[in-house]
């Protein structure tokens, strides 16, 4: 079982907007402003989509946004895109045990 | 650009250690501040942190992992590696190399190794 609850799915069609949702506790997400999302393929790494709640590194685009109420995160993708369709990872500092990920979402472009 | 690589095994006994190298191309090791981890994936799973070496020497570990792995760096081969002692079959997954944005966010991941634990 993960430190952090996702959906374990989502979906949406091409050119909507969604939201993946990740949800801890008050030793995690709700106290600190390191929250992370990651974008996974099938059989490829991880990759790196939004940092520090809202901050996307060079080369994401500005389709991808966070942000962050209380104990949940969550991710928004909006112009939907067939590319998009992948699994997305949340993770958090944590006071217990250093950095905590979700469960994982599988998001699919119907 | 910063390109990462993890060697080692793919099938290690249980009770045996499981050991893996991470090679570091496009960049020096200890050069800027940066966190060296390994991380896993449990296969249909979620990711697990392992532990980090830091450019200075200095080590993390995940506590659920703490009493059975070591992490080391070798500057003069521009690699990290990963220990991992007193394996079993729940510890069968893809490990994964990687080096940080800032602390704890990874934007360099290697391609992942799958090692197996299996008699």
């Known amino acids: 079982q993960s430190a952090l609850t996702q959906p374990a799915s989502v979906s949406g069609s091409p050119g909507q907007s969604i939201t993946i949702s990740c949800t801890g506790t008050?030793?995690?997400?709700?106290?600190?402003?390191?929250v992370s999302w990651y974008q996974q393929h099938p059989g490829k790494a991880p990759k790196l989509m939004i940092y520090?709640?809202?901050n996307r590194p060079s080369g994401v685009p500005d389709r991808f946004s966070g942000s962050k109420s209380g104990n949940t995160a969550s991710l928004t993708i909006s112009g939907l895109q067939a590319e998009d369709e992948a699994d997305y990872y949340c993770s958090s500092y944590s006071s217990s045990s250093i950095l905590v990920f979700g469960g994982g979402t599988k998001l699919t472009v119907l | 650009q910063v390109q990462l690589q993890e060697s080692g095994p793919g099938l290690v006994k249980p009770s045996q250690t499981l050991s893996l190298t991470c090679t570091v191309s496009?960049?020096?090791?200890?050069?800027?501040?940066?966190?060296w981890s390994w991380i896993r994936q449990h296969p249909g799973k979620g990711l697990e942190w392992i532990g980090y070496?830091?450019?200075?020497?200095?080590?993390y570990y995940n506590p659920s992992l703490k009493s059975r792995v070591t992490i080391s760096v070798d500057t003069s081969k521009n690699q990290f590696s990963l220990n991992l002692n007193s394996v079993t079959a729940a510890d069968t997954a893809m490990y994964y190399c990687?080096?940080?944005?800032?602390?704890?966010?990874?934007?360099?991941w290697g391609q992942g190794t799958l090692v197996t634990v299996s008699s």
């Open positions: 990687a080096r940080d944005l800032s602390p704890m966010v990874w934007n360099h």
């Open positions: 520090e709640v809202n």
């Open positions: 496009g960049g020096s090791i200890n050069s800027g501040d940066y966190y």
């Open positions: 008050s030793s995690d997400i709700r106290v600190y402003n390191y």
């Open positions: 070496i830091y450019s200075s020497g200095t080590t």
